[in-house]
């Protein structure tokens, strides 16, 4: 099992940037991939980013590439989403996801493990 905690979310203007962490439990975290995705309200949740275990490969959403970096630090157990640049349309509840597996991995069904999510609301 693992569990996932995500924070750093909050409100910010746009044109701003946030941090976001998400902090894992369990020993084994260096082989999960992660990925973080976000639910805005009435739409469906769409992917944003996506590392492999290693940290060595990446993959990202056309919307946030360019804005937004993922990264990780297995010592600590804990995936970051460095979000800058930030738009209104980045407005969302933000989840990072894991699962074990050597690549990365884009699609929400392929996740075994979620966290409860953290606001990001960008004002205009």
């Known amino acids: 099992q693992v569990q996932l905690v995500e924070s750093g979310g909050g409100l910010v203007e746009a044109g701003g940037s946030l941090r976001l962490s998400c902090e894992a439990s369990?020993?084994?975290?260096?082989?999960?991939?992660m990925g973080w995705f976000r639910q805005a309200p009435g739409k469906e949740r769409e992917f944003v980013a996506a590392?492999?275990?290693?940290?060595?490969?990446?993959s990202y959403a056309d919307s946030v590439k360019g804005r937004f970096t993922i990264s990780r630090d297995n010592a600590k157990n804990t995936v970051y989403l460095q979000m800058n640049s930030l738009k209104p349309e980045d407005t969302a509840v933000y989840y990072c996801?894991?699962?074990?597996?050597?690549?990365?991995?884009?699609?929400?069904?392929?996740?075994?493990?979620w966290g409860q999510g953290t606001q990001v609301t960008v004002s205009s």
């Open positions: 996801a894991a699962r074990s597996g050597i690549r990365y991995y884009t699609r929400g069904h392929e996740y075994d493990y």
């Open positions: 369990g020993r084994t975290f260096s082989s999960y991939a």
């Open positions: 590392i492999t275990w290693s940290g060595g490969s990446t």
